[in-house]
């Protein structure tokens, strides 16, 4: 047997799956966001000047395909690893004008990493951008309509959000240049963070050890480098998102992982999910036109939902969801010289919206027996009598009953049903 590829997994019951999808488009549309597609394939330069080559995206998770030809030379393709460069991309070569432009995508995303709960190589994210909104009022409506839709419409209680403020470009330097002073004096570093330290600064943030954790306690803060104006908008988010009576928790060390973030990042996370407590993080983003090839900068906000880790929280708590109900299934049994009425029948019952199943091997009580194990509502046996005399009989498999009528009144009969 040839078995699925690590870090894979196939999805075989999608009741919770389009439920939870359709819910946030649902949702997200009440907010004016439209809906794109994004090839899944991307040059791989896009990532390295979105993302940044010190990364652990662009420098070790990447699934990357290269190729050659005279015509073309050398080619270098990315499985995408996220969504916000690729949507800025389509922003740009789609020469849109009209901001701030309000869009969400849905699909897969590929990163080589470890396999663990809640973490796959293929994995799906639910994106959500809004480019060219300057104002951070813009950041405070989404981190609300997350919180909403988490809340709301998917009854989940056990989570938090936590915010930070990473203030601009000229703002970090000087905290990264403070923080480098404290690390060049701690000697118990792991060594991620040493390599970390010299290559991506912030990147320490995300550190899980113990030891560095508690190093990372007493290391100076972001939020004490923010200028006046930086100051004022940090406060007035805050202000806000209490407004709009939002909880949040502001997380001093927060930093998420990609180099394109600046001034507003959150997460929300949830200790029912173990280690890999995010499901679902974004942030500010300011400069990302400009670094992937813009002539004029969009001051931006996006954010991703991971729904594999959504869907982790959802079926711990799916017997209290509004899952929509399965529709009845009708299933045709025929003797076996009703085959072909039995095609007409189904055909007449589908064309008038009800599910319906032929089943034409094996015995009557074989296909009966089929169809209770399919879970079917009611079945319809077609044998010589009934093709002679025009009927057919419907059994309900709750109640047990049947009764026999005209083919032509079946549809009408199982509708009044």
Not at 10 to 18: A, Q, R, V, W, Y
Not at 199 to 210: G, Y
Not at 353 to 360: F, I, K, S
Request: aromatic residues 8%.
């Amino acid at each position: 047997m040839i078995s699925r590829v690590r870090g894979t997994r196939d999805i075989l019951d999608l009741k919770l799956f389009n439920f939870a999808l359709q819910t946030i488009k649902h949702y997200v549309a009440l907010y004016h966001f439209k809906q794109i597609e994004t090839p899944v394939l991307e040059p791989v330069e896009l990532f390295k000047r979105s993302l940044g080559l010190e990364t652990d995206v662009v420098s070790k998770e990447m699934f990357v395909v290269t190729s050659s030809s005279v015509e073309q030379g050398e080619e270098s393709i990315a499985l995408r690893p996220e969504a916000t460069a690729a949507t800025i991309r389509a922003f740009l070569e789609g020469s849109i004008d009209q901001v701030p432009w309000k869009v969400f995508s849905f699909g897969p995303m590929f990163r080589y990493e470890r396999p663990q709960k809640g973490r796959y190589r293929q994995f799906y994210q639910f994106n959500i951008e809004c480019i060219g909104a300057a104002s951070l009022t813009q950041d405070a409506q989404i981190i609300a309509m997350l919180d909403r839709l988490f809340l709301t419409q998917f009854n989940l209680d056990n989570y938090a959000l936590h915010i930070n403020f990473l203030g601009t470009s000229q703002e970090r330097a000087h905290f990264k240049a403070t923080l480098k002073l404290f690390l060049d004096k701690q000697t118990d570093l792991c060594a991620t963070c040493l390599k970390r330290k010299e290559a991506n600064i912030l990147r320490v943030f995300d550190c899980k050890t113990p030891v560095c954790q508690n190093i990372y306690t007493k290391a100076p803060q972001l939020l004490d480098c923010l200028e006046q104006e930086s100051q004022q908008e940090w406060k007035t988010l805050q202000e806000q998102l209490k407004l709009l009576s939002v909880s949040f928790v502001v997380n001093p060390r927060l930093v998420r992982g990609l180099d394109y973030y600046n001034k507003t990042v959150f997460e929300f996370v949830s200790p029912d999910l173990g280690a890999q407590s995010a499901f679902c993080g974004g942030g500010r983003y300011d400069s990302l036109v400009s670094q992937i090839g813009g002539k004029v900068d969009q001051p931006s906000i996006g954010a991703a939902i991971g729904f594999d880790r959504l869907l982790l929280l959802l079926e711990m708590i799916s017997n209290k969801l509004p899952l929509p109900q399965e529709p009845a299934l009708h299933v045709i049994i025929p003797f076996e010289g009703q085959h072909s009425l039995a095609l007409l029948l189904a055909d007449t019952l589908i064309k008038a919206g009800l599910q319906t199943e032929v089943l034409c091997q094996g015995s009557v009580k074989t296909m009966m027996s089929k169809a209770h194990k399919k879970g079917a509502a009611y079945c319809l046996i077609l044998g010589e009598q009934e093709q002679q005399d025009g009927t057919v009989v419907i059994k309900d498999m709750v109640k047990g009953t049947q009764e026999t009528v005209k083919q032509i009144q079946a549809v009408s009969v199982l509708i009044n049903r």
